[in-house]
T-cell receptor, first 117, second 112 residues
Framework: NAGVTQTPKFQVLKTGQSMTLQCAQD?????MSWYRQDPGMGLRLIHY???????DQGEVPNGYNVSRSTTEDFPLRLLSAAPSQTSVYFC????????????????FGPGTRLTVL | SQQGEEDPQALSIQEGENATMNCSYK?????LQWYRQNSGRGLVHLIL?????REKHSGRLRVTLDTSKKSSSLLITASRAADTASYFC????????????FGKGTHLIIQP
């Protein structure tokens, strides 16, 4: 299993450009999410999905769109990049335990380092 | 806003010593997890403790949870140079469908 993969590893954009960060998992996990990590900070949740066709906003969703057409893929779109979106982006997935009590451990991808000039 | 706050922000100890990190959180949870992040890498899950558990062990790791104080601690015994990393606590609440809320982390340095 490749686990959670992310592409690209690095990206430089100019202000106003758009792009899509790719995320894929091969563990048949229902739950997928996107986080951003800024220097000296923990991770903040951008968007998440509990299954194909279902997405919802996290703590910092503005400026980002997501879709979940398949269980495996969960791309993150930057609509019009801004310097404030310079960050490291992590995708994560987890499988539910079959109950509503909690989710299991999350598996993280290696991250995409994005710089917006 | 961040739910968890780790303490200390940075910790430097000698190899072989024990390292203790603390995490405090604000709202009720149904589980708390600890993750490790090596420099420039993704996060790796270490251990999960549920709200009805008080202590959990995994190898050299010991996690405690005190829901009355809204706090948790992570103890790494007999530290090794390879334990040098940032450690984050993350809390899950409600039905878990709203993702995890992470603290800012403790940066641990193990001196050889």
């Amino acid at each position: 299993n490749a686990g959670v993969t992310q592409t690209p590893k690095f990206q430089v954009l100019k202000t106003g450009q758009s792009m899509t960060l790719q995320c894929a998992q091969d563990m048949n996990h229902e739950y997928m999410s996107w986080y951003r990590q800024d220097p000296g900070m923990g991770l903040r949740l951008i968007h998440y999905s509990v299954g194909a066709g279902i997405t919802d906003q996290g703590e910092v969703p503005n400026g980002y769109n997501v879709s979940r057409s398949t269980t495996e893929d969960f791309p993150l779109r930057l609509l019009s990049a801004a310097p404030s979106q310079t960050s490291v982006y992590f995708c994560a997935s987890s499988g539910t335990s079959g109950t509503t009590s909690s989710y299991n451990e999350q598996f993280f991808g290696p991250g995409t380092r994005l710089t917006v000039l | 806003s961040q739910q968890g706050e780790e303490d200390p922000q940075a910790l430097s100890i000698q190899e072989g010593e024990n390292a203790t990190m603390n995490c405090s959180y604000k709202t009720s949870i149904n589980n708390l997890q600890w993750y490790r992040q090596n420099s420039g890498r993704g996060l790796v899950h270490l251990i999960l403790i549920r709200s009805n558990e008080r202590e959990k062990h995994s190898g050299r790791l010991r996690v405690t949870l005190d829901t009355s104080k809204k706090s948790s601690s992570l103890l790494i015994t007999a530290s090794r140079a390879a334990d040098t990393a940032s450690y984050f606590c993350a809390t899950g609440s409600g039905g878990g469908a709203d993702g995890l809320t992470f603290g800012k982390g403790t940066h641990l340095i193990i001196q050889p």
